[in-house]
C-alpha cells in the first residue's frame, strides 16, 4: 500500500466548474499536509500547507482530517490556469523535511 | 534571491556510462535534498544533508548512486553505472537550518536523465 494515496484520474472538467481532490495518508504519525502542484515538465511548487482548522487561499481551500487519515482541495471557479497535476504530499518526519509524495492527480480544465 | 539551480537540465546516457549531476541551494541554505520521480511513479525522497554531513540517506535506491557535497555548499548526484531503470526527473530543494518541519520545500527545476 502506497503511504499517500490519491486518485491519479484524469479529471476533465469544464471552466468555472468546482473540482474536489482527496487523498489519504497511512503513517498516522505525520507532521504536515501539503498540495503541491506541477505543470507538465516543472518542477512541483507549493500550493498551499494544509491545516487542521482548514484554510482558504482565494478559490482554493484544503482540508485535513487527522482522524480519518484523510486530506483535500476543492478549487471553486476554475480555470484553464488550474490545469496541472495536483500533488498531495506528507512531511513523515521530526527535523527534517522528508516528504511523501502521491503520485498525483491530472487536471485539465477545458474552454 | 537566486533559487536552487540544477545542472544539467537534460542528460541522455548509454546504459553503464556514468553521470554526475549537481544541485546549488540557495546560498546560505544548510538542508539540502535530493528527490527524484522514476516514469511512472510518485516522486521520492534520496537524501538529506546537513552542511557536508548525510543526515539521512535511507531513499538512495542502491551503491551505484554516490551523493557528496564537500564545502557543504553545492551537491553532486553521480550514478555509475546507469541503469535503464535510473531514468526519471531528478530534484534537488535546500532550505535554512532550524527549518521548521511545517515548512514546504522549494524545489529547483530538475535533471531529466533518460539512460537507454
Known amino acids: 500500500r502506497k503511504e499517500v494515496e490519491q486518485d491519479p484520474g484524469p479529471f476533465n472538467v469544464p471552466e468555472g466548474a468546482t473540482v474536489a481532490f482527496n487523498c489519504t495518508y497511512s503513517?498516522?504519525?505525520?507532521?504536515?499536509f501539503f498540495w503541491y502542484r506541477q505543470d507538465c515538465r516543472k518542477e512541483p511548487k507549493l500550493l498551499m500547507s494544509?491545516?487542521?482548522s482548514g484554510n482558504e487561499d482565494g478559490r482554493f481551500t484544503a482540508q485535513l482530517n487527522r482522524a480519518s487519515q484523510y486530506i483535500s482541495l476543492l478549487i471553486r471557479d476554475s480555470k484553464l490556469s488550474d490545469s496541472a497535476t495536483y500533488l498531495c504530499?506528507?512531511?513523515?518526519?521530526?527535523?527534517?523535511?522528508?516528504?511523501?509524495f502521491g503520485q498525483g492527480t491530472r487536471l485539465t480544465i477545458n474552454p | 534571491e537566486a533559487g536552487v539551480t540544477q545542472f544539467p537540465s537534460h542528460s541522455v546516457i548509454e546504459k553503464g556510462q556514468t553521470v554526475t549531476l549537481r544541485c546549488d541551494p540557495i546560498?546560505?541554505?544548510?538542508?539540502l535534498y535530493w528527490y527524484r520521480r522514476v516514469m511512472g511513479k510518485e516522486i521520492k525522497f534520496l537524501l538529506h544533508?546537513?552542511?557536508?554531513?548525510?543526515?539521512?540517506e535511507s531513499g538512495m535506491p542502491n551503491n551505484r548512486f554516490l551523493a557528496e557535497r564537500t564545502g557543504g555548499t553545492y551537491s553532486t548526484l553521480k550514478v555509475q553505472p546507469a541503469e535503464l531503470e535510473d531514468s526519471g526527473v531528478y530534484f534537488c530543494a535546500s532550505s535554512p537550518f532550524g527549518t521548521p518541519d511545517n515548512s514546504p520545500l522549494h524545489f529547483g527545476n530538475g535533471t531529466r536523465l533518460t539512460v537507454t
Open positions: 494544509v491545516y487542521s
Open positions: 504530499v506528507v512531511n513523515k518526519a521530526q527535523g527534517a523535511q522528508k516528504l511523501v
Open positions: 503513517n498516522s504519525a505525520s507532521q504536515s
Open positions: 544533508f546537513v552542511k557536508e554531513s548525510k543526515q539521512d
Open positions: 546560498s546560505g541554505h544548510d538542508n
